[in-house]
């Protein structure tokens, strides 16, 4: 986990990892991830963005989700990814 300009308390961290943890019992096949944290400063809203990469055999998942908070911006980043799983699974098992 990289957090970019800022120190991420471990709390944090460990809400995250936490969520993400969860991805493997959608595909029991992830080989890696990285998740970069981000404050974006525009037009005077402390908005914050979480950006996740999941590496699976043959294909790279991506979402960049943006929120008030940090949790908020992971559920919705958990959402995203699941489905993305889920596609890539159900188009592995037609093939």
């Known amino acids: 986990m990289y957090s970019i300009h800022f120190d991420a308390d471990q709390t944090l961290l460990d809400f995250i990892q936490q969520k993400l943890n969860k ?3 959608f595909f029991d096949k992830i080989i890696d991830g990285e998740v970069f944290l981000r404050l974006d400063n525009n037009n005077g809203i402390n908005n914050k963005i979480v950006e996740v990469k999941i590496f699976v055999p043959g294909q790279t998942l991506f979402t960049n989700q943006e ?16 489905r993305q799983l889920k596609k890539y699974k159900d188009k592995l098992i037609t093939h």
Not at 68 to 81: H, I, K, M, R, W
């Open 23 to 25: 991805l493997d019992t």
């Open 67 to 82: 929120s008030s908070s940090f949790e908020n911006a992971t559920d919705a980043a958990l959402d995203v990814l699941s």
